[in-house]
């Protein structure tokens, strides 16, 4: 749980402190007897509920900014506490008014005074949360959407505290991807409508651009656009827009395309043949835009990425490794630990390669290789115990894994729809986590920015 600033929490004990002190004199010296006596009542329970509230507060929240979102959202206890602190603060106002002669200077002065302690909270915050939390110099969007409801929502945080919801009037939306070329918009991805979605950031307005048939994946680069169509469960066609040498093509294929990558002289088609059991990347040259070879791979596989001069597959029992230099030539690499369901996620950095896969025991391995394959280390992290894992991704030397809730969650939970957490890649350490709103339909997935 996050914790309130020092500099809050002593303020906030410095008036209590004072609170007490002023009401005893108030109360040796008979001065306002019922009113004090309230104010006592209050200074004792206020702070008892403020702390009842507090210990149920959820991960990206601290004491204060909880006792504020549980006030506003109904909650009893947390209603009667904020009320309390807001008898003391009436009743140090009746005291003062009583003790001090108040001149029209004074009053403006006291009134300065309170506008600049007003204004200055915001500024002490945001640079209290700049230097201590290591979220706020990121974007984090997720998308809710459902098959059978007609609006989404894409909905962007910095710090895990406040979000910014953008409603959308489209429904099926199952990924969200950065737009490579211009910063600041997304791409919506629906595999089931005749059309992909382009939304600009701070934007309500969706540009629509139809698809002969529904997409498998896009891929975008400079000058260079790469779309897989899925015109059956047997046949996709890839669509190549490539401006640098002046090409616009397609490209039929039996079975299903999961994904591609380019260099500048190829292409590299992840093209799965469930039925077969086994996968094929075809490689195609940019410049005449013809299949020149395809790789069997003995197992079906989700992505790729390329590694130095390899192309990385994960393959469902084995990474399997096809050399660029060395006429395509497949090698398969052992998992450390005997996987139940395949890596989705592959990284590089530094020179290394990172992936994830989750074992038999339902346990989320980050397995990092060298250059030569070599283990280096492999670290786990348990799977959440509540709700399901969403979505696993790599970026900013980060593990990302999104969490969406089922709807039937207890407590505090219930009040959210999911959760978002970050690891660093090699310590696993957890960087930080907090829990993103709840909507009528459910997160699907996220980027980051």
């Known amino acids: 749980m996050e914790n309130s600033p020092i500099w809050l929490d002593v303020i906030f004990c410095s008036f209590l402190l004072a609170t007490l002190l002023g009401l005893l004199f108030c109360l040796f010296r008979r001065r306002r007897i019922i009113f004090s006596l309230f104010a006592l009542f209050a200074l004792i329970t206020a702070p008892l509920t403020f702390m009842l509230v507090a210990l149920g507060r959820a991960e990206n929240f601290n004491e204060f900014e909880w006792l504020i979102h549980e006030a506003v959202h109904g909650s009893p206890i947390a ?135 529904p997409l498998t994946f896009l891929v975008n680069g400079p000058k260079l656009t790469i779309m897989s169509y899925n015109e059956s469960v047997n046949h996709n066609v890839l669509h190549v827009d490539d401006g640098r040498y002046q ?15 380019y260099t500048d002289q190829s292409i590299y088609v992840l093209n799965d043949s469930i039925d077969k059991d086994q996968s094929v990347v075809a490689v195609i040259n940019r410049e005449n835009g013809k299949v020149i070879k395809q790789i069997k791979l003995n197992e079906n596989a989700m992505s790729l990425i390329r590694f130095n001069d390899k192309l990385v597959i994960d393959t469902r029992h084995q990474l399997s490794t096809i050399d660029l230099k060395d006429n395509y030539h497949v090698k398969r690499v052992n998992y450390p630990t005997e996987p139940d369901a395949p890596s989705n996620s592959l990284y590089v950095f530094n020179n290394n390669l990172y992936a994830t896969f989750v074992d038999q025991n339902e346990r989320v391995h980050v397995w990092k290789v060298n250059e030569n394959f070599k283990t280096l280390s492999d670290k786990k992290i348990d799977l959440p115990s509540i709700g399901l894992l969403s979505s696993i991704k790599f970026s900013n030397r980060k593990l990302y894994l999104l969490t969406q809730y089922n709807g039937d969650e207890k407590g505090t939970e219930a009040q959210f729809g999911g959760k978002f957490t970050a690891y660093n890649i090699d310590t696993l350490k957890q960087e930080f986590s907090f829990r993103i709103p709840k909507r009528k339909v459910k997160v699907q997935d996220f980027v980051v920015r």
């Open 247 to 261: 090409k616009k093509y397609n490209l039929p294929f039996t079975g299903y395309l999961e994904t591609a990558l």
């Open 79 to 213: 209603i009667y506490s904020v009320a309390g602190f807001l008898y003391l603060f009436l009743w140090w106002g009746l005291i003062l008014k009583n003790t001090i002669k108040w001149t029209r200077t004074r009053i403006i002065i006291l009134c300065i005074a309170a506008a600049l302690l007003i204004s200055a909270y915001p500024v002490i915050h945001w640079i209290d949360e700049l230097t201590r939390s290591p979220i706020s110099i990121q974007n984090y969007s997720f998308i809710y959407s459902h098959p059978f409801d007609g609006t989404s929502y894409f909905i962007t945080t910095q710090s895990g505290k406040h979000f910014v919801t953008n409603p959308l009037d489209v429904g099926d939306i199952e990924s969200i991807q950065s737009n490579r070329i211009k910063s600041g918009s997304y791409y919506l991805i629906s595999t089931h409508a005749k059309a992909y979605y382009l939304l600009e950031q701070h934007s309500t307005k969706l540009i629509e651009e139809k698809t002969p048939q």
